[in-house]
């Protein structure tokens, strides 16, 4: 996070932000990385306006960063979920309408078989005379 950090602070310093603010990570002596918050502001400039003086505080962060990548999990797991329920919704209508179309097909035909029957008992008098 080196580059990043020299980065916007290079940028306050040469006053164009008014406080600087940076997230970055730092290895504790027991090389565990914690996550830290650092805020400051330029306070006094030389007649150059090179900074001479600089207050800030230093907040550990780790627990909030922790929590952020938590719910950004959740996030993604809740998006698969609704991709795979969104899915299967799509797939369940096409085969809602397939068996309507077949549904149709199979009245269709009893309706048709109905008709032939009605024919067919309005012939049998007529064939026996």
Same mark, same amino acid.
């Given at each position: 996070d080196v580059p990043r950090v020299?980065?916007?602070?290079?940028?306050?310093f040469d006053g164009h932000t008014a406080?600087?603010?940076c997230e970055n990570r730092l290895r504790t002596k027991s090389g565990v990385y914690r996550w830290n918050l650092d805020r400051g502001k330029v306070v006094e400039?030389?007649?150059?306006?090179?900074?001479?003086r600089m207050v800030g505080t230093d907040s550990d962060i780790t627990e909030?960063?922790?929590?952020e990548h938590a719910l @950004?999990?959740?996030?993604?797991?809740?998006?698969?979920?609704?991709?795979? %329920? !969104?899915?299967s919704r799509t797939?369940?209508?096409q085969k809602n309408q397939e068996l309507e179309m077949? @549904?149709?097909i199979v009245v269709g035909r009893e309706l048709k078989m109905i008709e %032939? !029957?009605?024919?067919?008992a309005d012939l049998r008098p007529k064939v026996r005379s």
């Open positions: 020299h980065a916007v602070l290079q940028a306050h406080t600087y603010e400039r030389d007649s150059n306006g090179k900074p001479l909030r960063k922790l929590v @950004h999990e959740r996030e993604e797991q809740l998006q698969r979920t609704i991709a795979t %329920l !969104e899915a797939a369940l209508t077949f @549904h149709d %032939l !029957e009605k024919e067919l």
